[in-house]
């Protein structure tokens, strides 16, 4: 079993899944294109969420496919876990709430553990290079 290998095709997952789910709500809705700024319309919250993800998702996979290729301590695979993990946790944040105009704490939650998991990501890889 390949741990960063699963973590990449789970933010791949998500980042092709929420496409498919704002066309669908695009269709849905009868948008062909844009959206509303209103914080409690599905599509804007949809469109936030999959353009949230395609913001981190590119370089989080590279820097977990990169430090796949060479054999990582515990805590870095753990970080490859977590970041998967907070990505999804913001998606719901985003999605699932009544608004985005409020403060919630799986948004909050998810960004914050995306921050820190990716930059243990940064070290690592830096590390890497170092000891190269």
Request: glycine share 8%; hydrophobic share 55%.
């Amino acid at each position: 079993m390949s741990i960063p290998l699963i973590c990449i095709s789970l933010l791949a997952f998500l980042g092709i899944g929420l496409g498919f789910a704002v066309s669908l709500t695009r269709s849905k809705k009868e948008v062909l294109f844009g959206s509303s700024t209103d914080p409690e319309d599905i599509l804007y919250k949809m469109v936030r969420a999959h353009g949230n993800t395609v913001e981190y998702v590119p370089i989080l996979a590279l820097l977990i496919y990169i430090l796949s290729h060479f054999p990582q301590s515990t805590w870095v695979l753990w970080c490859m876990v977590l970041v998967t993990f907070f990505r999804y946790l913001l998606v719901v944040g985003i999605i699932f709430p009544k608004t985005l105009a409020r403060p919630n704490p799986m948004r909050f939650i998810g960004a914050l553990g995306t921050y820190l998991a990716g930059f243990g990501l940064c070290i690592a890889l830096l590390l890497q290079a170092l000891s190269a």
